[in-house]
DNA sequence: CCGCATCCGCTCTGATACTG
DNA sequence: CAGTATCAGAGCGGATGCGG
């Protein structure tokens, strides 16, 4: 960081478009957020939890985490099948700051909302 | 947060998917960082520094940027045309988590590679 | 119960050309 | 210099149906 931004921002290797980029999708962060507050967590019980999130794109973004190392996914052989998500040591490391961005967001919000409608005019 | 998780995520206030699902896109948080680094910038400047933007992108990201109350845009009615952008305090506000989150990626950069090569297999 | 496969619409993004 | 306009492609994300 600092004054090597330009470089910083240039090269293959700036973690900002390698791992927040992967944040950028619509689930992974609450996912995270849902997991880390609940630890342990089935398919279903995650699904319900946010609502509104599809089968697949659910599959989709557990994968991704599991791939990125953030989440462990166990499967449990019985009829019928249990699977059970939690996070990684890496993933707990990322929730405290996934928690102060929420947090800001929530501070934020009305500003952010009165500047929209504003802009709009 | 805490208990409420439910309420929250299934809430349409939801501050994580009304506020930070605008930075899902891909070159708000950079915009954020490169603004919080270098202070005052012009447009091409901007354009520049990211390197691989292109104008209509950074023009919008700019302009949702100062929608949502981030960024403040000055013009100077000159020939040429000059262009200069800045964060507000509330872009500012928003910074050091940004940085927090950089510093995380950065951190963890290794491990999360290393997870996903091994995933592949 | 978990989740993969397929299809499909829609948004996002980029390339290009043009303007004050 | 700092945009706007238009067009076209890629990929995300949802709905549905099937399988272990």
Redesign the interface.
């Known amino acids: 960081?600092?004054k090597n931004?330009?470089k910083f921002?240039?090269s293959t290797?700036c973690?900002?478009?390698?791992?927040?980029?992967r944040?950028?999708?619509?689930w992974s962060?609450?996912v995270v957020?849902?997991l880390g507050?609940?630890g342990t967590m089935r398919f279903n019980e995650i699904n319900k939890?946010?609502?509104?999130v599809s089968q697949k794109m659910l599959t989709v973004t557990l994968r991704t985490l599991?791939?990125?190392?953030?989440v462990s996914r166990q499967v449990f052989p019985e009829i019928p099948p249990r699977v059970e998500y939690e996070l990684t040591h890496?993933g707990i490391?990322?929730v405290p700051?996934i928690?102060?961005?929420?947090?800001?967001?929530?501070d934020?919000?009305g500003?952010?909302?009165?500047?929209?409608e504003k802009?709009k005019v």
């Open positions: 960081m600092e931004i330009e921002m240039t290797d973690p900002v478009r390698n791992v927040l980029d944040f950028g999708d619509k962060i609450l957020l849902v507050e609940k939890t946010i609502g509104d599991e791939a990125d190392g953030l890496l490391s990322l700051h928690h102060n961005l929420a947090a800001w967001a929530n934020n919000l500003e952010i909302r009165t500047s929209r802009f």
